[in-house]
Every structure is written in structure tokens, then in C-alpha cells.
């Protein structure tokens, strides 16, 4: 089955600086990568998707890229703040009826002021 | 539109007592999905269901059963709990594409003594 890997596992970077968190996946079949954010004692909540047939996506502060040919990904997050504090998790999927989620293992990011 | 609902929030067992967690959406989403989350090892998937009357195993199933009553709930039984099923429980379901994102319950805390 898919194997997602997650890194950094822990991120602290300063308030207004950049962070980038980076996935690889090892099923060159998976097509649909989202990414959660989860605050403390929260559920995970969907913050950015990309779509296999896309190179990068962004949303305001927030970015995705995906390299098909290397089976990596990353979010990047610009002009960090506080309230970016949180744990995320990247996922790869593919296409098909209850197509299943496979989680990374998380990386908690500290916004320090 | 309350989304997904889990009962209970929180729980105390103690070794090879036996309990249910009961999940339901109000989405009319086909799939549904039992995940674990433990520190440092992300959401890993215990069992999910495509549609009422079919269940499959995830990740990690051992210990478990599931019961998809319908197409709104689907429930998670831990028959004999043990201390290495300690962990926050999430319920989510998806749409019927497979970039719908998954949506998440609040989450069960279970705690095995």
C-alpha cells in the first residue's frame, strides 16, 4: 500500500518568516494530495489540496508544489503567524470508490514571536 | 448541519472491558472512515466503509469491528480493550470524488488502564 513520509517532524521558525514542509510518496499511482492543519485538542481540518494533473496551488499565504517524477510534495507557508501554530499532515490518495486517505506522521510548526 | 457527530468525547476503560463508538454524518457521504491518531505516528486508518452493508480493514484493525448500520452511521467496537489501544479516535467521511476532502469528527479520547 501508499507510504507517506513527513518532514520535519518539528518546525519553529519566527513570526513573518517562511516554512516549508516536505512529503514524499512511494505509490506513483496516487493522484490527489490535501493537506490538514490540526490545532491543539482540534480535528484535523482541510487547509490545501492539489490534484495530480497540477504543479503547484496557492491560497493566500499558503502554497502547494508536486513533483510526480521525484513522488514529492510540499507546503509552504509565507509570512508566518502566530495562529499557524498547529500540527500538519500531508496525504496521498488515489482515484476509486472509497479511495483511502494515507496520513504522513505530522510535523508540528511553532510560530514564535 | 452538523457534519460529523462522535460519541463519546472522552473514556475510561479499564483492561478487556469492551465499549462502542458511535459515529454519524449528516453529509449523505457513501464513505466512511475509523482512524487512531497516537503522538509521532499521524492518523493511521482502522477500518472504512464505501457504503452501507461493505466494511474493509485499514492500517491497523487488529482489535477492532465495525458496523456500518446504515448509510449515516457507522460504528467502531473495541471487543477486549487493551492498553496499546490508548489513543484519540476520529470518525470522517468523504464525497464521492476522490479529491472530496474528508471531514472529521471532534474526535474520541480513550484512555485503557
Known amino acids: 500500500g501508499e507510504n507517506v513520509e513527513q518532514h520535519p517532524s518539528t518546525l519553529s521558525v519566527q513570526e513573518g518568516d517562511s516554512a516549508v514542509i516536505k512529503c514524499t510518496y512511494s505509490?506513483?499511482?496516487?493522484?490527489?494530495f490535501p493537506w490538514y492543519k490540526q490545532e491543539l485538542g482540534k480535528r484535523p481540518q482541510l487547509i490545501i489540496d492539489?490534484?495530480?494533473?497540477?504543479g503547484e496551488k496557492k491560497d493566500q499565504r499558503i502554497a502547494v508544489t508536486l513533483n510526480k517524477t521525484a513522488k514529492h510534495f510540499s507546503l509552504h507557508i509565507t509570512e508566518t503567524q502566530p495562529e499557524d501554530s498547529a500540527v500538519y499532515f500531508c496525504?496521498?490518495?488515489?482515484?476509486?470508490?472509497?479511495?483511502?486517505?494515507?496520513f504522513g506522521t505530522g510535523t508540528r510548526l511553532q510560530v514564535t514571536l | 448541519n452538523a457534519g460529523v457527530t462522535q460519541t463519546p468525547k472522552f473514556q475510561v476503560l479499564k483492561t478487556g472491558q469492551s465499549m462502542t463508538l458511535q459515529c454519524a454524518q449528516d453529509?449523505?457521504?457513501?464513505?466512511m472512515y475509523w482512524y487512531r491518531q497516537d503522538p509521532g505516528m499521524g492518523l493511521r486508518l482502522i477500518y472504512y466503509?464505501?457504503?452501507?452493508?461493505?466494511?474493509d480493514k485499514g492500517e491497523v484493525p487488529n482489535g477492532y469491528n465495525v458496523s456500518r448500520l446504515n448509510k449515516r452511521e457507522f460504528s467502531l467496537r473495541l471487543e477486549s480493550a487493551a492498553p496499546s489501544q490508548t489513543s484519540v479516535y476520529f470518525c470522517?467521511?468523504?464525497?464521492?470524488?476522490?479529491?472530496?476532502?474528508?471531514?472529521f469528527g471532534n474526535g474520541t479520547r480513550l484512555t485503557v488502564t
Open positions: 496525504a496521498a490518495s488515489m482515484s476509486g470508490t472509497a479511495s483511502k486517505l494515507t
Open positions: 505509490d506513483s499511482a496516487s493522484n490527489y
Open positions: 466503509s464505501a457504503s452501507e452493508g461493505t466494511t
Open positions: 492539489i490534484r495530480s494533473n497540477v
Open positions: 453529509m449523505n457521504h457513501n464513505s
Open positions: 470522517a467521511s468523504r464525497g464521492e470524488t476522490y479529491n472530496s476532502p474528508l471531514h
